[in-house]
């Protein structure tokens, strides 16, 4: 199980921390940001492919901020995959 800590921008997150294990997302924790929703995200990935989540989120918008937490996850996991 590989460990990794992402720091997002532009989104009221401050850290995601996750582990990708043969391609798949555990442990989804997001620091800051709004609680219920990220803890919701958590929850929604366990154990799902890490790729694919990464393409599902990919581009989801925040109060057009031109990002969001679940796009910040989508930037983390592609940095994570692509090592």
């Given at each position: 199980?590989?460990?990794?800590?992402?720091?997002?921008?532009?989104?009221?997150s401050?850290?995601?921390?996750?582990?990708?294990?043969?391609?798949?997302?555990?442990?989804?924790?997001?620091?800051?940001?709004?609680?219920?929703?990220?803890?919701?995200?958590?929850?929604?990935?366990?154990?799902?492919?890490?790729a694919?989540?990464?393409?599902?989120?990919?581009?989801?918008?925040?109060?057009?901020?031109?990002?969001?937490?679940?796009?910040?996850?989508?930037?983390?996991?592609?940095?994570a995959?692509?090592?």
């Amino acid at each position: 199980m590989e460990n990794f800590t992402y720091y997002p921008q532009g989104v009221c997150s401050k850290q995601i921390d996750f582990e990708i294990t043969d391609g798949k997302l555990h442990n989804v924790r997001f620091v800051g940001g709004c609680n219920g929703n990220l803890k919701a995200i958590g929850r929604l990935v366990e154990g799902a492919n890490a790729a694919q989540i990464a393409e599902l989120l990919r581009g989801n918008d925040c109060g057009g901020r031109g990002t969001s937490c679940a796009d910040q996850l989508s930037k983390a996991i592609d940095k994570a995959l692509a090592g």
